[in-house]
C-alpha cells in the first residue's frame, strides 16, 4: 500500500472475562516528495508521522476471531503536525489476537 509509506498496527485488549476487544488503531505514513502520491508537499513536511485512534470494536470471546466484510470506518485520529489522517477503511479484514497454540486456522468469526 503507498510503496511501503504506511503502516497500520491493531492494539487489542483482554479482560477479566476473557474476552477480547479492539481498543487502539495506530497509523503511520511517510511523506517523501520522490515518492507518486506526495508529488506537491512541501519539503519540510517530508517525514515520517504517527497517528493513534481510540477504539471500541469488535468485541468477542478469546476463542473467536474477527471477520469484517463489510466496510468499517475509523475516522476519529489524532493529527500530527501538517499532516492529517482523514480516516481507514476497514474491509474483508479477519484477525484472531491472543492465539496461544501455533496458528493453524482461524476459530469461528464474529461478524
Known sequence: MFDNLTS????FSLDEKNQTSLKKVY?????NKSSNY????????????????NESLFATDR?????????????????????????IDLENLRV????????????AGMF
Open 63 to 87: 476463542s473467536h476471531s474477527y471477520r469484517c466484510n463489510s466496510r468499517t470506518k475509523i475516522d476519529n485520529f489524532k493529527n500530527d503536525k501538517n499532516v492529517t489522517i482523514k480516516s
Open 8 to 11: 497500520i498496527t491493531f492494539e
Open 96 to 107: 484472531q489476537p491472543f492465539i496461544d497454540q501455533p496458528f493453524t486456522d482461524y476459530a
Open 27 to 31: 497509523g503511520s505514513i511517510g511523506v
Open 38 to 53: 506526495f508529488t506537491n508537499a512541501s519539503t519540510n513536511l517530508e517525514n515520517s508521522y504517527a497517528f493513534v485512534a
